[in-house]
């Protein structure tokens, strides 16, 4: 659908514990959230997200670049982010 962003809202953006992604979702579709390291590996896998936003946590995420799709059946919506350490 050509009026719906194809953008997604991510803060804080670098994030320490976990960060927000927000995007337009007012069909309700089903998505999949697929975070990739820098080299492309596919880090972690978050599904059945039916709202317009996803949290991401930290979890066993090292610090670093990820790339992330944001995917439903009928599109994909890519972003990046950026995982810091704080001693």
């Given at each position: ?6 953008k997604l809202h991510i803060y804080p953006n670098p994030f320490t514990n ?12 089903m998505y999949e959230l697929i975070v990739y390291d820098i080299i492309g ?47």
């Amino acid at each position: 659908n050509d009026s719906l962003s194809s953008k997604l809202h991510i803060y804080p953006n670098p994030f320490t514990n976990s960060t927000i992604i927000e995007f337009d979702n007012d069909e309700e579709d089903m998505y999949e959230l697929i975070v990739y390291d820098i080299i492309g590996s596919k880090v972690r896998i978050i599904d059945g997200i039916s709202t317009n936003m996803v949290v991401l946590e930290k979890g066993n995420l090292n610090p670093g670049v990820y790339l992330l799709e944001l995917r439903s059946d009928s599109r994909s919506i890519f972003g990046k982010v950026s995982l810091i350490f704080f001693e």
